[in-house]
Each structure stands twice: as structure tokens, then as C-alpha cells.
């Protein structure tokens, strides 16, 4: 008796046809584009909650990949005498226990400001597939600004990064932010 190996399903599932791919390139872009639009103005509604905390005003939406959103959260270490408690690290810790499993493999962050190095990491680490950020941070941004961790060859697990969505309106609540501190 013949038993399909597991291989040869997992091929043919592969091969059939999804919507998506029906539809012509552009189409598929433009809405991702509007996604990418609606989780960052998203975000930045909880960057604006995080400042009326009296924290740095930064916003984070994890998406899943059926575009489903599996945690929202602003920054908040002041609030949780917490260092690490930057906003992407709260939405993989949600996610993570929401999903029962610390990878999150096919995910989306969407921040309001390029993340430091420790975020970067624990992009890396979670197996986020793809970070789209708005500002981008000159002093602290591990992602292009000052390095770039997430486009490093040496880990075994990349994440395709975007830089500039919403970029004005999240540097503007940002430098108002600094503004009124100073
Ligand atoms: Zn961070």
C-alpha cells in the first residue's frame, strides 16, 4: 500500500490557487498600501494614548497574517517601572501569550518610530515577517538610522522592513512631545 508522503500534500496545497494571486500586482499593493495606511493611523492613536500617560509617545499594531489584529499597545515603561516595556515588545508579549507561542511567524509590526536595537532583536527573535515604521530615529534607530540589525545577512531569519509610512504626523507628535518637556 502506497501512503502519500506528507511532502507531496504540502506541494499540492502550495500550488493551488489563492485569491490574491488572481489579481493583477498592482491591485495586491494598493491594498496592502491601505492596510499599511489604517494599522498606522492606528498606531498612532496609541501613541497619542501612551503621551497622555507621560510617555514618549510611541504606538505599536501587531498584525497577524491573515490580517488579523493579535495586539495593540502604546510604550509604557514609566507606567510599568519597566525598561523593556517599549510598545513593540508589549505587542509581541500579547501576541505571544494570545497566540500561545513566543514566534509569530507571517506578522506585520506596525510602529510609529523606527525601533532601537532591543526592539530590533526581539523582532528577530519572534520571527516577525515584516516591520512597517513611521519616523525615523536618528539617535536610537537600529533599523536603518544608526544600524541595521533587521537587514543583516549574519541571522538566520530576515525581516523585510519598511521606513516612512505616516512618517510626518508620527516625528510631528514626537517633536511636540520634546517641545513641551524642554
Ligand atoms: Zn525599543
Redesign the pocket.
Known amino acids: 500500500m502506497t501512503r502519500p508522503r506528507r511532502g507531496s500534500n504540502e506541494t499540492a496545497n502550495r500550488q493551488r490557487p489563492v485569491e490574491q494571486d488572481d489579481l493583477p500586482e498592482r491591485a495586491v499593493k494598493g491594498i496592502e498600501a491601505e492596510d499599511d495606511l489604517r494599522h498606522m493611523t492606528r498606531a498612532l492613536e496609541l501613541a497619542r494614548q501612551a503621551q497622555e500617560q507621560g510617555e514618549v509617545p510611541v504606538g505599536a499594531v501587531l498584525v497577524g497574517p491573515e490580517g488579523d489584529v493579535l495586539a495593540e499597545c502604546g510604550n509604557a515603561p514609566i507606567a510599568s517601572d519597566d525598561a523593556t516595556a517599549?510598545a513593540?515588545?508589549r505587542a509581541l508579549r500579547e501576541a505571544g501569550r494570545a497566540v500561545g507561542n513566543y514566534r509569530l511567524p507571517g506578522t506585520t509590526m506596525y510602529v510609529t518610530l523606527e525601533?532601537?536595537p532591543?526592539?530590533a532583536g526581539a523582532l528577530l527573535q519572534a520571527r516577525v515577517a515584516r516591520l512597517v515604521f513611521g519616523a525615523p530615529d536618528p539617535r536610537t534607530g537600529a533599523c536603518g538610522s544608526v544600524i541595521d540589525l533587521l537587514r543583516d545577512n549574519s541571522w538566520n531569519h530576515r525581516v523585510d522592513v519598511e521606513g516612512g509610512v505616516l512618517s510626518e504626523e508620527c516625528a510631528t507628535l514626537l517633536r511636540e512631545f520634546f517641545a513641551v518637556r524642554r
Do not use: G, T
Open positions: 517599549h513593540e515588545i525601533p532601537c532591543m526592539c
